[in-house]
């Protein structure tokens, strides 16, 4: 490796050359804007003053839209230029990160092609000074080495050969230092990135983006892509420059922002990678958790139970029976096979459930109770059962209205004959009328009223139906207090989350979906700690989109899962193309701490990893006495890591509640955030957070509170115990009162 080559002196002059002509595009573009504004400020005088403001009259109307038309036009105008300008401005500092020195096959010209952040292109000489990283031709620098290389053209595969290829450390518009790679993106400035402090958002990768990174980021190929990624591989991280990537292709593929959404584990999280995408200049796709989404679609009529409330009392009644047999309940209503008998359920009600009645109105038959069940089980085109039902009643009310209106004019003429009290008799008439529908109304909405909710409780009220549903099944050794458990849970009002997926699915099964139809594509992260019901629930509410889906099967909490699982939401979501990818490369903590995180893991389900070759010291495992002395160490411990520069530091604890108690004991002597389930934010400092919402965040020091044998002994905790110190940067300390943990 070459630090500083000959040609230091042209690589200064081609930064100075490029930052001038960002300054001249700033001032041009802000020009720009202005002329813009003062036409929009105009337009919109000249609109006030030449059209009337409340008009019914057809040519007026007409050249009020032309006025709205243009001015919305010239908004669309200034906008654009504004966020130019924004982009701009953001390259100042740095343009580009690296270059490569390309020969296409069959030219002899050799082209310099810079990477960065965005485009910067001169459109008068058509010279191009930086590349777009999402660039088709900016993945060779990803992807080779020197020599021959290929990339995905827009007219199809360009070849060419790599002579160069030389990184760049550039800050506040200054060259800092440079070198040349002779083989791939060097560990050194990944080196340099990783050595940093942590931010309390997630940051761009733009510049460390690698090989293996680099091909999940750019496929276009598949519809399905589930990536199967170790602690600190950067998934998420990767997901979101994925979703930038194929927002820069949307041009193409006729993608915007308000077409994705992810789905994100919880609030914090949502807070913590929302700067990515606006980094990169594009705008925030929608995000939700699916505690959101249960809630939007049932309208609070449930309650609001959440996973959080879930896992808490998971991880209280672990070691108990009522502990096993809550696990054995989740594990059962999120199962394929509970699906199955769902689906059964609705088939069973379709045809042995719904009681059809032969149908009158004033001595006239409108249908026999025959004829409306073949009319609602003769559904072709596969019309979900609730809209059937519907139908079938505004046929028979349309066909109420001609008998209705003959009626009303039989009575109109007994009325006409009759001498006084004309109005009174007449509006007697009528309110008999409107009383007669009204009662032959509720008489047809016996059979063509359903509720998704009252079907599910019957499910478990009426002891046989659920065996008889679930006939060549295998059902859980403890159905019979499953059933008891949730019979009687129903009868109090009371719906935990577990009960949410199914209800949902019964829902979008028995009344459909027409939300989400804009949604083309979706991020499905911390895979492992959805249910497979879950995934058919997404399977209806995305119905013609493509996914993104990524996790870490050593990350997942209350369950027990191996590889297959991502092969049944394959199955499940049933995609034409599907690719399943690895990362087992990971890239947050130090070489010390990933030895130690290793160790936590089972025997049998250890999994291939690499770690970057980034030195720090031993993690620390330390005895105290008391809670009181514990809390006097931990204090003494965030003082000391401020003082040497670290700027975030996490206390993780195993529940929410340990999370209030410990937080209680610091918040006294120093200052530190409590993170809350909802709407908690990470910032800056110290804070304090249970072990299962630290999934996906990072720290530079992460302080374990109280891994004793109390707290720490079960499968459960290990998993716990996994997630808190993978979240590790720089350092981890573990603290431990008692007895210390025979996990570690």
Known sequence: MDIYPENHQEEIEYLSKTIAFINEEVEREGDDLAEKKSDLIAARKDMYENTVHISSDFESLVDMNLYHSQINNQISNCSSNSQRIKKLKKMINSPYFGRFDFTEKGFNEKERIYIGLYNLMDRNSGQVYVYDWRAPISSIFYRYELGEVMYNSPIGICRGEVSLKRQYQIRNSKLKYFFDCNVRITDDILQEVLSHNTSAKMKNIIETIQKEQDIIIRDRDHELLIVQGVAGSGKTSIALHRIAFLLYEGLNSNLQSTNVIIISPNTVFSHYISSVLPELGEENVRQSIFDDLVLDAFKGRFGEDTRDMQLETLIHSRAKKEGDQRRQNIDFKGSRIFKQILDRLVWHYAHRLIIFEDVYYNGTILATRQQLKNRFLHNEIGIPLAKQLKRIEKILLEKVHPLQKNRLKRLEKIVAKSEGHEFEIKSFSRLLAIKQAKAFRERIQRFTNVDYSQLYELLFSNRGLLVRLSQGLELPETIEEIVTTTQQNLRQGQVFYEDYAPLLYLKLKIEGNDMFSEIKHVVIDEAQDYSLLQYEVFKLLYKNAAYTVLGDLQQTMEKTIDRSFYDDISEILNKRKTVKLSLDKGYRSTREINTFTQKLLSEGSKQTYYAI????????????????????????????????????????????????????????????????PRGGEVIKGALVIPSYMAKGLEFDVVIVYNVDTENYSSNFDKKLLYIASTRALHRLVIYYKGDKSPLI
């Open 613 to 676: 070759e980034r030195h720090g010291e031993e993690p620390l495992v330390l005895h105290q006495e008391t809670s009181e002395s514990m809390a006097k160490a931990i204090i003494g411990d965030i003082a000391h890591y401020t003082e040497q520069g670290y700027e975030s530091i996490a206390v993780i604890c195993r529940t929410q509640a340990d999370a209030e108690k410990v937080y209680c004991r610091l918040n006294k002597s120093v200052q530190i955030t409590l993170i809350k």
